[in-house]
């Protein structure tokens, strides 16, 4: 069992804080790092507002180029050398930026120079351990931000799926797109033609669907590249391993296809995904008409399909992904009234 004294302690010090500091010297080094807070991030609005603040630097989604343009505007801070190497990270030979460990400290001292219990010198164990506990979940929520992101994708707890991406994947799993033979090609920009052709064929029967399902939508910028643009990385980061989507290389396309095992989390991600969200939902039979459109609408498309190898469809598959469809749609929205 830890000792509460000891775990104070030994937050003070990971803080850049000893035990006991003197007032003086305590209130000196709080109106430091309490100007070089102004200074770089405005006015203090309390310890956990303050930590979430210092993400603009030291957050690790941070993009380069933003950074880079954050740092160029940074008021210049001067840090005597005395100063805990924690405390700040120097940017250059005139400017040092204060870190979150150095915002932690600020308030460590802070609270412990307003604590009516010091006298002469100031105890700062026990402020040390609750900013050090916050400073800990802080990072804690910071190392998880990106697993936590991609496992509320799979598990279809974040924003749905798009409807013109489901409609990608259905069509995909009507051409019978579900193994590395009957892939469908993604051409880089020097095939122009090819990757033209594939985007248009999806397109049209897509499109159809969408309407059917939401008539007041219309695509959004560069919907037409519903193959080379971004419908497939929307459903890849949902479908994870059951979606394949291999390297191009030199001589060869990226293929994509739905795993021949993934068939069932395929269909059940179209499913869950269109029952839930704010938008309006469909009734099962507005689903089923939306998907006899879509395959109306393919298979008026065969010919030029057939003549560059894309055709897959086989009625009797297609007949089978409807009814599998239809089902898990039905079982969606029954679990959906119940949790309403």
């Not at 850049?16 to 080094?29: C, D, K, M, N, P």
């Not at 399902?213 to 193959?227: C, D, F």
């Not at 990385?233 to 739905?258: H, N, Q, W």
């Not at 109306?296 to 897959?312: I, T, V």
């Amino acid at each position: 069992m830890s000792n509460k004294s000891t775990d104070g302690a030994a937050a003070g010090l990971s803080l850049g804080l000893h035990s006991v500091i003197r007032r003086g010297e305590a209130e000196q080094l709080h109106l430091l790092l309490l100007s070089a807070f102004h200074q770089q991030y405005g006015t203090s609005e309390g310890l956990r507002a303050d930590l979430k603040s210092t993400g603009a630097f030291f957050n690790p989604i941070s993009q380069g180029h933003r950074l880079r343009s954050a740092l160029a505007l940074l008021s210049p801070v001067t840090v005597p050398a005395s100063i805990a190497d924690d405390w700040f990270l120097a940017v250059d030979s005139e400017t040092s930026l204060l870190t979150p460990e150095g915002v932690a400290a600020m308030h460590a001292l802070g609270a412990a120079l307003d604590d009516p219990r010091n006298d002469f010198d100031v105890l700062t164990t026990a402020h040390a351990l609750n900013a050090a506990s916050c400073l800990y979940d802080l990072y804690r929520e910071w190392s998880r931000h990106r697993i936590v992101g991609v496992v509320s994708l799979l598990n279809g707890e974040d924003k749905p799926l798009q409807v013109r991406a489901a409609g990608v994947l259905l069509a995909m799993l009507v051409n019978n797109n579900t193994s590395p033979e009957n892939a469908v090609q993604r051409y880089g920009a020097s095939h122009q033609k090819l990757r033209n052709l594939i985007d248009l064929t999806f397109f049209a029967p897509v499109e159809r669907f969408a309407a059917a399902l939401v008539p007041t939508s219309s695509p959004k910028t560069g919907g037409a590249r519903l193959i080379s643009g971004w419908s497939i990385g929307e459903v890849s980061r949902r479908l994870g391993d059951s979606f394949v989507t291999t390297k191009a290389s030199r001589d060869s396309p990226s293929s994509i296809y739905v795993h021949p095992e993934g068939t069932t989390a395929a269909i059940e991600l179209i499913a869950r995904d269109l029952a839930r969200g704010h938008r309006k939902r469909p009734t099962v039979e507005e689903l089923a008409v939306a998907f006899d459109g879509l395959v109306e609408q393919f298979r008026r498309q065969e010919g030029d399909m057939a003549r560059y190898g894309l055709l897959h469809e086989n009625p009797s598959t297609t007949a089978a992904i409807r009814n599998r469809l239809v089902r898990a749609y039905s079982s969606a929205l029954a679990n959906r009234e119940d949790r309403e």
